[in-house]
């Protein structure tokens, strides 16, 4: 893989065409619905090309999109990039894109709420059943596929729990049966991982996330390889999905910035996280870069970094103290998404609700995504709070 001095150059040079930026330092806002041809045969030709970056219709995208799309891909290292108005839209439109009446979907037991949900209340509705498996279970992953099992779904690290997983061995095994795979990697970002160069078939992030970076954009990207491309670029135009321009703009902005932003986020998570560690009320801290994450191992073999998101393992608690905890936080705001320049936190009294295939014996989880604030201002902010949470035991 190239190194992070690489990437940043990657980032701040892809997308920037002159078909894109006419001359200018960014690519231009082309917003369009109708685009208009001189001749019969521009738009025979035009229609021939309309898949590949080619102005043919709005919801085909703009020089704008076009800029966005490339870049995308290449920092995924796939073959194209279909835009979606957020996250969930792109999840929920690859699952339709792939999916029919009788498919089964293997997906992990950590994954993002909203996923689940969807899984649970419209694939059930269309007939696609789905079996829910331990994060940890590797190349064990072959004892839950079916006949009918037709995608295996990923998410590394996971929600909340942030348990890693042995992409390649699972990606081994789902190859073996002829398994197609996807995976959430809005953690990894393409910038530190890069679930393609892993064997995993489509590449999935919230670019609401760190590619927008300022917490001010809804996206969804999805960047596959070449022999599902062509399927996912028709499925995804035919399902209706598009974005604007400005937002693919927006997007373009804050990409260039995004290596230098997750260097910041990344050093002041680990020292936040360092610090919880050794506070008497926390059990363990689940961060990818520290041993006592789950999948510590793989996180280390596959990743080139980390970013400002963690959770952490109260010993013991209770509701009134866990919303006492958050009332009292003054710097960090409780909401939801993450990835922007600013601290959010949210937390769960148990995981017993947001599984079903794994238990959870253990206490409260509090997640935190840790901006670009100074990080004794935080710290101080965590342990006032948490002197709040004792008293509420």
């Known amino acids: 893989m190239s190194s992070k001095s690489n990437k940043n150059t990657q980032l701040v040079s892809s997308g920037r065409k002159k078909a894109y930026t006419h001359g200018v330092v960014n690519p231009v806002v082309q917003r369009a619905s109708t685009i208009v041809f001189d001749t019969v045969a521009d738009l025979k030709e035009a229609a021939k ?46 699952f339709l894109s792939f999916l029919k009446t009788g498919d089964h979907i293997l997906m992990v037991d950590n994954v993002y709420e909203p996923t689940r949900d969807f899984c649970d209340k419209i694939l059930a509705g269309l007939g696609i059943t789905t079996t829910y498996y331990p994060p940890t279970i590797g190349a064990g ?7 009918n099992t037709k995608v295996l779904f990923l998410e590394s690290p996971g929600s909340i729990t ?44 919230a670019a609401t996330k760190y590619i927008v970076g300022h917490s001010d954009v809804m996206m969804g990207v999805a960047v596959a390889n070449k022999k599902y491309w062509p399927t996912l670029r028709e ?49 363990h801290i689940r961060h990818p870069a520290f041993e006592s994450c789950p999948g510590h191992e793989f996180f ?34 409780m909401g939801f998404s993450w990835g922007g320049f600013e601290s959010l936190v949210t937390a769960n009294l148990t995981m017993k609700g947001l599984r079903s295939n794994t238990g959870w014996d253990l206490g409260p989880v509090i997640r935190l995504h840790i901006g670009l604030e100074d990080v004794e201002d935080l710290i101080s902010d965590l342990s006032q709070a948490l002197e709040v949470y004792k008293q509420h035991l």
């Not at 080139?304 to 009292?328: C, H, P, R």
């Open 49 to 94: 090309t309309r898949g590949d970056k080619t102005l043919f219709y709005g919801r085909r995208g703009t020089t704008t999109h076009f800029a966005l799309q490339e870049a995308i891909t290449e920092l995924e290292g796939g073959e194209g990039c279909a835009l979606y108005p957020c996250g969930a839209a792109a999840i929920s439109q690859v």
């Open 300 to 333: 280390k073999r596959d990743f080139d970094g980390s970013n400002g998101l963690f959770s952490f393992v109260m010993k013991t608690g209770n509701q009134k103290a866990i919303d006492a905890f958050l009332d009292s936080l003054e710097h960090i705001k």
């Open 141 to 147: 992953i072959k004892d839950y596929i079916q006949p």
């Open 235 to 283: 499925n995804s135009y035919l399902l209706g999905q598009c974005t604007s321009a400005d937002d693919a703009y927006l997007a373009l902005r804050g990409l260039r910035t995004m290596g230098v932003r997750l260097n910041q986020h990344e050093k002041a998570a680990i020292e936040v996280a360092k610090w919880l560690e050794q506070h008497e009320l926390v059990d």
């Open 162 to 205: 942030m348990e890693v997983q042995d992409v390649p061995a699972m990606v081994k095994v789902a190859n073996e049966h002829n398994v197609m795979t996807m995976l959430d990697n809005t953690y990894g970002n393409g910038l530190h991982y890069r679930p393609l160069e892993h064997g995993v078939d489509i590449s999935i992030q």
